[in-house]
């Protein structure tokens, strides 16, 4: 009797775990206002990709249309290229138009940003070096948020610097249509 009940519960033990690897984790975006204390608690991360370079739909989305679908689920970036343009260290080469930080699960941090403005497809995606295993699920959340019901497209306004051209963008999701307008260098406070 001892043993069946020894072996039934090691057989929940193992069961709960090996459903729990199947769990979508919990992703809290960090707002604007917890960049620092977001920042110090993950300031000795090893920061990699490893782990999320399996593709997915939202893999081959224009970034563009991305943006809208982030803003729909979580809301406005982290932070714009708007919030870095008049730090000390801001260089135009290191230009983004937008940055969403995450902590999944209440330990695992993760960063998303365009690679080159509304001039892509995809995202860039960096995650906690030691928390790799977690990351191919992580992405497969977010591609069911993005593309689900939660994604449909929210309208957003943006600026972007491109270096390679040289070239101020607004680039927009409003009344239906994305939009990547030339404009000169915008007035940041």
């Known amino acids: 009797m001892k043993k069946t ?13 090996a459903f729990a690897q199947f769990e ?45 679908r982030l803003q729909a689920a979580f809301g406005n970036p982290t932070q714009t290229i708007g919030d870095l343009i008049n730090a000390n260290n801001f260089r135009p080469g290191k230009a ?26 995809g995202l860039v995606y960096v995650g906690a070096s030691r928390f790799i295993d977690m990351m191919p699920q992580v992405k497969r959340t977010l591609n069911r948020m993005l593309m689900g019901e ?21 680039v927009q999701y409003k009344d239906g249509e994305y939009t990547r307008e030339m404009i000169s260098r915008p007035r940041f406070n």
Do not use: C, H
Request: glycine share 4%; proline share 7%; hydrophobic share 40%.
């Open 24 to 68: 979508d984790p919990q992703i809290r975006k960090v707002e604007y206002n917890e960049r620092t204390q977001f920042q110090q608690r993950f300031a000795d991360i090893n920061w990699t990709g490893q782990g999320l370079y399996n593709p997915t739909t939202i893999d081959r989305i224009p970034t563009i249309e991305l943006r809208s």
């Open 96 to 121: 983004i138009q937008f940055e969403y930080w995450f902590i999944i699960d209440d330990e695992m941090p993760l960063m998303i940003l365009d690679l080159d403005g509304p001039f892509e497809n």
């Open 5 to 17: 009940g020894l072996t039934l519960l090691f057989s929940l033990i193992w069961l709960s775990a």
């Open 150 to 170: 939660d994604g449909n497209p929210a309208e957003f306004s943006d600026y972007f610097f491109s270096p390679e051209r040289d070239q101020w963008y607004m």
